[in-house]
């Protein structure tokens, strides 16, 4: 898990991750697996500095913590800014990819132009865990409207508002728990709050 760069030289102009590396770090991988163990959990980052546009601060957090030299990271059209390039690889070492369907992490600043689920890798029933994570901003995010969730960590039900999205996003989030296991998770950004959608969760209108 990267832990940030207090021992790193400083690159001029480069912008700074967390102020604790090794805690914020630790505390952001626990909001993560908050999140993804309760579907529709609307769950705050740690504070951290402003990452460069348009990276919000909730996604930069997961990011830092969840991306290292070992994880193949996309960034769609709108995140593919050279200081952002920049940020990712100095911070997390991640090698970047130019195909989505060969991530492990997508980066989506531009919800609205999400690819298709299906472009990213799903895994295989031999190895489901093989599969991407996305990370989705959004401009809004709320847990009191929007889709009912079903499933794994929901007791009886819940709900999610996520928007800007495209519009057969549901059709392809059911398509997507379907071929449970195999499938990609999703974590949704709002400026530094995050909720997550794993494969195993069920979508009603």
Request: aromatic share 6%.
């Amino acid at each position: 898990m990267p832990t940030g760069t207090s021992d790193m030289p400083v690159v001029s102009g480069l912008m700074p991750g967390f102020a604790d590396p090794v805690g914020d770090s630790q505390e952001t991988f626990r909001a993560v697996l908050s999140a993804v163990s309760r579907p529709g959990r609307i769950v705050e980052m740690p504070d951290m500095a402003e990452p460069p546009a348009p990276i919000m601060p909730g996604a930069a957090a997961v990011l830092l913590t969840l991306v290292d030299y070992d994880t193949a990271l996309w960034l769609d059209n709108v995140a593919a800014r050279p200081s952002v390039i920049d940020y990712l690889k100095f911070h997390t070492g991640a090698p970047q990819t130019d195909s989505a369907a060969a991530a492990d992490f997508a980066l989506v600043a531009d919800a609205k132009s999400l690819l298709p689920l299906s472009t990213f890798k799903s895994g295989t029933e031999e190895y489901p865990d093989r599969s991407a994570t996305l990370i989705v901003q959004v401009e809004s995010l709320a847990s009191d409207r929007g889709w009912a969730l079903r499933g794994p960590g929901i007791e009886t039900a819940a709900a999610l508002y996520a928007a800007p999205l495209p519009s057969d996003f549901l059709a392809q989030i059911r398509t997507n728990a379907a071929g449970y296991p195999c499938g990609v998770d999703i974590i949704f950004v709002a400026g530094n709050s995050i909720a997550a959608l794993p494969r195993s969760t069920r979508v009603e209108a």
